[in-house]
């Protein structure tokens, strides 16, 4: 069950207008790494978690949180489109640079969306259930989630820089910071994982059916051997359970991949 409070997480307000920053603002909101991947991502986690109860409490407080940030979005958004959809667009056009990159504020805010925000990017491709991850191993999930709020803070902290507008700025900065906490969240649920299960998803699978020889090789597969400075080429791997070497010239051991001729009704090309 939800109830929703009339008042916003935090202050969503601009200074000015600014139709053109709407549309940039819309990347945060419905793009793969925006507010709605997260909110629905972390939600449908917590809905199908068969693990301990505390995993699932906290997958929904931080799913919960997250429509109050979609809302605070949406709610900047539509007035970042207040008073001006037509005049405030001619305005931004008369710069060349906003006017052949940016092309003006976002239709479709004012032909579609009567002013307000729409579950797209700022290029107006729609969100897209296929970005978020719910796989029901929860380690595996959690880094997904950290690579999403990593993604995620990296997009907000340049939307930040975007914009000179101080009520923009605000409400940015709360997302910026409710951003550090959550992957400071999932690295401290990551790691509790790992000292219960291991470092490499999934725990289950019984090894001795991998091919071992192999599961510790880094493989220098193109030009260069730069690679071989890294912490992966040599050393104790990082599960503990092997030590990392480095093949310099990759040798292939597999067949050539010569495939049979189609039969007749594929219509394909004879050999």
């Not at 693990?51 to 900047?76: C, F, N, P, W």
């Not at 479709?108 to 700022?122: F, M, R, T």
């Not at 400075?229 to 092997?242: F, I, N, T, V």
Request: net charge negative.
């Amino acid at each position: 069950m939800f109830f929703h409070v009339k008042e916003l997480q935090y202050r969503s307000k601009p200074n000015n207008p600014d139709p053109v920053y709407a549309k940039q603002l819309q990347e945060v909101l419905g793009g793969q790494f925006g507010e709605i991947s997260v909110m629905m991502q972390y939600l449908f986690q917590g809905w199908n978690c068969r693990g301990e109860q505390k995993y699932r409490d906290m997958l929904l407080d931080i799913g919960t949180e997250e429509i109050s940030h979609v809302e605070m979005l949406a709610t900047m958004i539509a007035q970042l489109l207040d008073k001006a959809p037509i005049e405030e667009q001619e305005n931004a056009a008369k710069d060349p640079i906003i006017a052949s990159v940016m092309g003006g504020m976002n239709p479709q805010h004012a032909i579609v969306n009567g002013l307000g925000a729409s579950p797209n990017d700022s290029v107006g491709y729609p969100w897209n259930a296929r970005y978020t991850i719910a796989s029901g191993n929860l380690l595996a999930d959690f880094r997904a989630n950290l690579n999403a709020e990593s993604q995620g803070r990296l997009q907000v902290v340049r939307l930040y820089e975007m914009t000179d507008d101080y009520g923009v700025r605000d409400m940015l900065s709360f997302l910026i910071a409710r951003d550090t906490m959550h992957q400071n969240q999932w690295m401290a649920a990551i790691a509790e994982l790992e000292e219960k299960e291991g470092k490499v998803v999934p725990n289950t699978f019984d090894r001795q059916f991998e091919k071992s020889d192999v599961a510790y090789k880094f493989m220098n597969c193109s030009e260069g051997a730069e690679s071989q400075q890294g912490r992966w080429a040599s050393g104790p791997s990082m599960d503990g359970l092997g030590q990392f070497e480095y093949e310099a010239k990759p040798v292939a051991t597999g067949q050539s991949p010569i495939l049979e001729t189609a039969p007749g009704y594929i219509h394909g090309t004879p050999k």
